[in-house]
């Protein structure tokens, strides 16, 4: 670095009432009761009461969520006649960052794919939901949805696997259609 | 007989005994509302975050049927709260030194206990009583008055009864055993202080007794065995002997006017009015001692911003890092139960104490109204005319302490709403506010406040109050004396500069100009 790179910032110098601290005192004061006025006499606050209330009940500009681009636990979608979408191709596990998808694959039982996912897991506690499976996809088999509250008592609890990812599609696939 | 109700045995229980009951109220008052002050403290957060505060915890715990799912605006939280410093583990590491590390948490709250005891909170009681001195032996005999009457008499009074009149009359009647006899009923009329102890050094009790909460902190940091610990307890000390210094000479102003210690005293005195509308209070004669004594009693309580001793991002805790459980809560407890003790004091000496316009008249109105069976056309009279502080109900008196808290909230609402409002300070910040700023003007209110008392008199007397003139020549004052203030302090040099930037070899902001000029090579290694 060269010292014609260096910005040298002035420090802005104190007025009177800086200098003698207690006008501006007030002044932070009076900001504060301003917000503290707001909550209590005006109710204005910023505060979602889950469980009552959820994101995905409030509006975008309220904080709510928007479902169709929410990134939340993921699903395994089904096609018409019911069958796993996925043709285990590994895209999905190979493009995640966090090394969280498991697939074992096997011959397909069916005419129009080569392949298919015997075993689909995912732990759910080393997904960072960045949607990186998402994007890689070839079929559009693995989305994430809008579910965001999924919780449990030990962590194999938290890999999910295919049957409980397929559930999730059954749940959500009204809501949320592919 | 007379009339035995069980408010009557109450009114001449506290009569005889008012310190018993006053102490148990006053205490439990205190120390209870200390959980509620954390749950205010913790809603003043929020409400400034613009979040709303714990809400959930009800008084059912979970548990009890009716009350389970009632939230109740979060008001079981301090309950709950207790419950875990009870329940949790009472860590002590192995190097503390384990008397010390016990005495601190006591100290830090005995000091408090101590304090409470001289806050006068009702005023003057002024009550009649009959005593049953001596009984004769037969109905007939004429009971024998004794030696010694006054002495007997004082024997049944509180002991800081003063202004003792009594009348003395002959009753028969029959007593338990079936006699009848002739009795001896002394009619005494006396005066008493509504609070535990009547002190003639009030003031100076307290200031005594709460600074020796620094000895809880200095001993609980020592005693960690912590170099956070040990780092906060020396924060905590320099703070505390500095702030001292202005807020002893902020007191002494107020002092200097009514020439008395008796926080009583000082309190009685303000329960005037001037222009029959505007009280007379200290705040409003000086209102620059009381900004000086606030700024003053947040160093003293070590809250932000002067929270330093505890800086949680500096020293995880400070003092109390060691500490867990009951102990830490102990910590806690002292903490806000002394926030409480001196915002009571501040109220008795800047806000009239008890004293709120009109509140008394109109209590007394409505008590004397309902006692003569709802004739409201009685006009309020106060038992003396020269002392506004005496009353004879004792719902007056209750009324007076009630207000006295509430007021005392206010200030310490005001604590909570500075701690999170303000960001804290440098260490040598702080420093430099007392010793060059707080210390100089306290000096020179001192000496303006003397100049003014000497020339016009103060409020001394008895059963005197601060004149208006005198009163506004001291509001004038206080204002030259922050005119004077400001023109002084654009005069005198600016203090060595504590944070200078220190040249870093290597550092590649070295040759910046602002840095301080000449470069200097990196070392090589």
Redesign the interface.
Known sequence: MKDSEVLVLEEPSLTLADQFYLPQVMFGLGTTMKHMLRVVVQGKHRVIQYPEERREDLKVEDGGINPSTYRGVHRLNKDEDGRVKCVACFMCSTACPAKCIHIEAAESPWADREKYPQKFDIDELRCIYCGMCEEACPVDAIELTSVYDIVGLTRQEMVFDKSKLLRIYDQTAKNEPM | MPDVTLWNRFVNLLDAHPWILITFIAHFAILGAVAYLILLERW?A???????GPNRVGLGFGILPILKDMHMFGLGQPLADGMKFLLKEDYRSKAVDTVLFTLAPMMMITVVILSIAVLPWGGIKQSTRDLDLVASTSAETAPQTPDKLEEKINAYLPSDASNVTHNERVETHQDADGVWRQHLISTVTYRYNFQTASLNIGVLFVLAALSLAVYGVVIGGWASNNKYSFLGALRATANMISYEIPLGLAILCIVLIYGTLNLEDIVNKQAHYWWHFIPAWNIFSQPITF?LFLICMHAEANRAPFDTAEAEQELVGGYHTEYSSMRFALFFLGEYAGMITTSVVCVALFFGGWHFPFVDSIVCWLVNAIASGMHWNIAPAFVDATNPAVTNSLVVCVVRALVFFVKSLVIVFVFM??R???PRFRFDQIMNLAWRALIPISLGLLMVTAIVVFLMGGAAGQNQYLPISTAFVLLLSNGALVAIT?VI?TLIPPGPDTNRKILVPGS??L????AGGVAIAPSVN
């Open positions: 003043t929020s409400w400034v975050q613009d979040r709303l900004i709403w500075v999170w409002s303000l400001m302090s590649r902001f040759t910046a100009p602002a």
